[in-house]
């Protein structure tokens, strides 16, 4: 079942999929969580939470219209590979359009491209290094 989260239960899934579990939970917060506006999405299987993700309204680039920042989409290991993530995110894109939003971009890694291709996303900057985490590129869809 996928629900509007706080904060809070998020970050231990930030830390051990995203940051190898080497972070306190206060290092997972993005400086973004605090805006107006940031929303968190989880999908529980049973009382357990399976996969997150956080929207952030931020423009970007010269995109006209309401842009939402996607950060800190994880599934946790056991449940990868099933379609959760995919569920998430096509909620949050019926969600966001509803919400009069037009497009969500990410800086997202490498490794994970194919799963945002296949919700539409297209790869809309060069390959950039993170310190720690890789090779990344910044993705777009427009959502209407
Ligand atoms: C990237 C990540 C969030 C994807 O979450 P997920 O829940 O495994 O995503 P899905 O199961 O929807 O899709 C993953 C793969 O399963 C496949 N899949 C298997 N069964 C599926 C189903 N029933 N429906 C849809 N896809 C399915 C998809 O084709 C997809 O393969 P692909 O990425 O090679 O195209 C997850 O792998 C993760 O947390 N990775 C580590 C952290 C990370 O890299 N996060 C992204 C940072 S940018």
């Avoid at 995919?86 to 799963?115: D, E, P, S, T």
Wanted: with cysteine; net charge neutral; charged share 20%.
């Amino acid at each position: 079942m996928i629900k509007f989260i706080p904060l809070e239960p998020a970050l231990p899934i930030r830390n051990v999929v995203l940051r190898e579990g080497k972070l306190s939970l206060d290092e997972c917060h993005f400086p973004s969580d605090t805006m107006e506006g940031v929303f968190h999405l989880g999908y529980y299987v049973g009382d357990e939470l399976a996969c997150i993700a956080s929207f952030h309204p931020q423009p970007y680039g010269e995109f006209t219209g309401t842009g939402y920042q996607l950060r800190g989409m994880a599934t946790i290991e056991k449940y990868r590979g099933q379609g959760i993530g995919n569920q998430l995110l096509n909620f949050a894109i019926v969600y966001l359009r509803g919400q009069k939003a037009n497009y969500i971009w990410c800086n997202a890694r490498k490794k994970a491209l194919q799963f945002y291709k296949n919700l539409g996303f297209e790869v809309i900057s060069d390959e950039f290094e993170v310190p720690v985490n890789g090779p990344h590129y910044v993705l777009y869809v427009k959502i209407q």
